[in-house]
């Protein structure tokens, strides 16, 4: 049974056909890869996954549990995490404790006056592992909002991960990045799949960074799917590359 | 944590100034229920803020909780005879009672609409203690009654006839109150409750069911609201529906921006200057609501971080 | 009875008609600037106090037109001189502002004009039953109706056919997009900010021949004005006629069968449509 499975999803904003019958499945371990040229309905898409949006037809199935039309925060309780095109962190608050709220959250700590003293220990440390695999131990104090693009986003990814998630969408993770940073993402989102062994799913730009991390690439071109498959599948399929290339016109 | 060193010796300031403030507010030419009415204001303030400056919620309706306090309090002891305590109890469930009925009905709306509805639900109050004559003493107030005296079997207080001994049981109230304000945002919860404020959709997305959190965060801040109703009750002797106004409402946000909404002690701070500006210029001119209309507007474009806001440094570590 | 009822459903007509116009003037600066004008009351308040001044100078219909006017130029000059600072910023703080302008212009009035009540008069033409058997419709009440009903008009046909409207209308639903067209959004939103002072001077005014004038006369009309945009719908201005007139006839009739609850059923109202359609009746999704 794939983690997550999406059956025939669409959804329109009035006339406007944004997303179009897409289907996907995802298995578990795996990093998958949407890719398509601007306005295909990349974001639409993750939207309709993580529940910002409910689709105008077809369903969302997760963990073999429909979860159409929930809320979010269901969907993040049931292990989806999520990452935005725009870095949506805590501008106010330090690097440690972004990390820190979304561990509590994990230790299902959310009404409570109190960690016990126990659970208090794990959470730090917690906190400071998550410091480490994410290279922010000499920001870890520093305010959020003040961190370069790259480090900013690496804390929201690791906000994300903070979550214990089974899945994890990653909305244009290198956006707006130099090479360096871009290089420095992916390979924090490299050890991220390896190490920690999570299934991720994640929309770029970035071809290098796609070919080199991606097990499979589904390919979306005005709101449909075009194509899917291994890396080299889609490296060589001509209707992807006439979709691309049509569009530099 | 790390944190707590910081927090050491601001709070030991603040206990030695309140505690020994009716004995330096005369030398200044205050009095001692000025200092009560610091304090009681500065609490309904600190109370707002939970919800202004930690959560993020402009809630511009509070004085609906805090006069529920005072009617509260009046009608308990002026109708139902009790003791002190049992009175703040009363207008304490009562303000807190409303504002939990109020506040799920508003949960859903944002920003200055938010704004509007908890401003117009605040009238709605106030029409009731105007019209409701019979009950409530209508524009004239609620009179008859007077603080009781506490009698706690092994020794007694005579808050009634003693200026300085009510002072120093509002003060032991409002530094109980502010602990567990205090305690609740370094918790946990207290930190879902900044996250919401920070960034609403990032919150949602960690799993926070936001109408929930700020649903508590709002009844939360009208319980102790409510409390400093109650206190400014007895601080009078006297309730009319002055403390239902939107007027009232906001001064307590201005309290809370003046002093800092970021900051656990600005709003009281914030209510020390209101209090002692409004005392000094209503007795001078008859033109004071000019005098505050425009401490309103001075604030608002030349200390819209407050004073303790200037003080800190940017990169404070000072989140909660 | 039926004329009883007839009588206060009319009264609540008319005042229906006065909360509109506040309202719209209200609502027509909330949805371009996103700031409530908690001032609106104090600058109702002004018109009808310009006028008392002009009225011995330039007669009743001179006052009507010029007062309006001088009090939207004297919106203008604070919207520029206070109100623009703060757009960029958290709603509170100019929510804080026009609180304070409040404070202000109302003290400013009772300065000016003195704490006491003032007479306005009406043109005694004006002021008459029009029928013996419907006592209560006056001329002066018919013409409040008649014009009110013309500046919402004037009002509906300047959004609808004149570039300004064009461009308030679009700026209401996305201010970026209209200034990368080109389009001055300073002055844009200067000029809407006066044109919604000047429906408060109008409805100043007219508040002033019905109730007489007292520096607290803003202060009391504008939580109507408020649950008016409430129950009608946040940023639809049809909704804000509508809420306005709903409430105004609902307390008419309420006076009717429960005199001491006119006021409240408004707020009866605005609860009932918070819960059962939180974004008011003609309200748009996502507003809120």
Redesign the interface.
């Known amino acids: 049974m794939s983690l997550l499975e999406i059956r025939s999803a669409s959804r329109s904003f009035g006339s406007l056909l944004a997303v179009d019958e897409v289907s996907m499945a995802v298995e578990t371990g795996e990093l998958r890869a949407v890719i398509g040229p601007n306005g295909a309905g990349k974001t639409t898409f993750f939207n309709l996954i ?1 529940g910002l949006l409910s689709p105008t037809a077809g369903s969302i199935i997760f963990d073999g549990q429909d979860v159409t039309g929930t809320k ?2 269901t969907r ?2 049931l292990g989806m ?2 990452t ?1 095109q725009i870095t ?7 690097v440690r ?1 972004n990390l ?3 561990v ?2 994990a230790a299902g ?7 016990p003293a126990a659970i208090q220990e794990l959470i730090d440390q917690r906190v400071l592992d998550l410091l480490g695999t994410g290279n922010l131990d000499a920001r870890a ?3 959020a909002g ?1 961190l370069s693009h790259g480090d900013q986003r690496a804390t929201e990814i690791m ?1 994300a991960l903070a ?1 214990n998630p089974r899945l994890v969408l990653l909305d244009e993770p290198t956006a707006g990045m130099g090479d360096q940073e871009t290089y420095a993402i992916a390979q924090l989102i490299r050890r991220l799949h390896r190490d920690a062994k999570l299934t991720i799913v994640l929309i770029e730009h970035d071809m290098r960074v796609v070919f080199n991390l991606a097990d499979r690439i589904t390919v979306l071109d005005r709101g449909k799917l075009l194509a899917e498959g291994s890396p080299k599948e889609i490296a060589s399929n001509e209707v992807v590359q006439a979709a691309y290339l049509g569009k530099t016109e | 944590m790390i944190n707590a060193a910081r927090r050491f010796w601001p709070t030991v300031t603040v206990c030695l100034i309140l505690l020994a403030m009716p004995y330096w507010m005369p030398l200044f030419g205050g009095y001692t229920e000025l200092s009560t009415r610091i304090l009681v204001l500065g609490l309904a303030a600190m109370a707002l803020n939970f919800l202004l400056g930690f959560t993020g919620v402009l809630s511009f309706g509070h004085a609906a909780y805090f006069g529920l306090g005072a009617y509260g309090v009046g009608m308990a002891i002026k109708y139902l005879g009790t003791g002190t305590v049992s009175a703040i109890a009363v207008g304490t469930c009562a303000g807190t009672l409303a504002a939990a009925l109020v506040g799920r009905l508003i949960v859903h709306l944002r920003g200055v609409y938010f704004a509007m509805v908890t401003i117009a639900f605040g009238q709605v109050f106030y029409f009731i203690a105007f019209r409701w004559n019979s009950v409530t003493g209508g524009d004239d107030g609620l009179t008859g009654w007077r603080r009781v005296p506490l009698d706690f079997g092994i020794a007694k207080l005579d808050i009634l006839a003693g200026d300085k001994s009510f002072y120093y049981l509002v003060l032991v109230v409002f530094l109980a109150a502010a602990a567990a304000m205090a305690a609740l945002i370094r918790s946990p919860f207290g930190r879902t409750l900044v996250a919401i404020r920070e960034n609403e959709r990032r919150a949602r997305f960690l799993g926070i069911d936001v109408e929930r959190h700020m649903w508590f965060s709002f009844v939360i801040s009208s319980l102790f609201v409510s409390i400093a109703g109650s206190l400014f009750a007895l601080l009078n002797n006297f309730v009319d529906p002055r403390v239902l106004r939107w007027d009232l409402s906001g001064s307590f946000v201005i309290m809370a921006v003046l002093g800092g909404m970021r900051s656990f002690w600005g709003p009281l701070v914030g209510a020390a200057v209101f209090v002692v500006l409004q005392d000094y210029v209503s007795s001078k001119t008859e033109n004071w609501m000019s005098f505050v209309g425009l401490f309103f507007v001075l604030v608002v474009l030349f200390f819209p971080r407050g004073l303790l806001g200037l003080l800190r440094r940017r990169s404070s570590h000072e989140s909660a | 009875m039926t004329q009883l009822v007839l009588f206060n459903v009319f009264n609540g007509l008319i005042v229906g008609a006065f909360y509109a116009l506040m309202a719209l003037g209200l609502s027509l600066i909330l949805n371009l600037s996103g700031v409530i004008n908690f001032a609106h009351g104090g600058f109702l308040a002004l018109g009808g106090y310009i006028a008392f001044t002009l009225v011995p100078y330039v007669g009743f219909w001179g006052g009507l037109v010029l007062a309006p006017v001088l009090t939207a130029l004297i919106g203008l000059l604070l919207e520029k001189v206070l109100i623009r600072r703060l757009y960029g910023r958290d709603p509170l703080y100019s929510l804080l502002l026009t609180f304070g302008l409040a404070y202000i212009l109302e003290d400013a009035t009772r300065y000016i004009w003195g704490a006491r009540s003032l007479p306005y008069e009406v043109p005694s033409w004006l002021n008459y039953s029009l029928s013996p058997g419907l006592f209560f419709l006056t001329g002066y009440r018919l013409f409040m109706v008649a014009l009110v009903a013309a500046a919402v008009a004037g009002l509906f046909a300047l959004l609808k056919y004149t570039r300004l409207g064009m461009r308030i209308r679009a700026g209401t639903l996305d201010l970026e997009t209209v200034s990368v067209l080109g389009v001055n959004v300073r002055i844009l939103r200067n000029v809407n900010f006066g044109l919604g002072i000047y429906l408060a001077g109008i409805a100043g005014v007219l508040a002033a021949g019905m109730l007489g004038l007292q520096p607290t006369i803003g202060a009391s009309l504008i939580m109507p004005s408020f649950v008016a945009i409430i129950v009608g719908g946040l940023g639809s201005l049809p909704g804000t006629l509508l809420g306005g007139l709903l409430i105004g006839v609902a307390s008419g009739v309420t006076a009717v069968f429960a005199p001491s609850g006119t006021e409240a059923v408004i707020y009866v109202i605005m609860a009932i449509v918070l819960l059962v359609r939180p974004r008011g009746l003609l309200g748009e999704e996502g507003r809120v």
């Not at chain 1, 949506?88 to 330090?94: C, G, H, N, S, Y």
């Open positions: 993580s979010p925060a993040v309780g995490a999520r935005f949506e962190i805590f501008p106010e608050l330090t404790e820190l709220i979304p509590e959250l700590l959310k009404f409570s006056p109190r960690a104090d520093r305010l003040e906000m979550l």
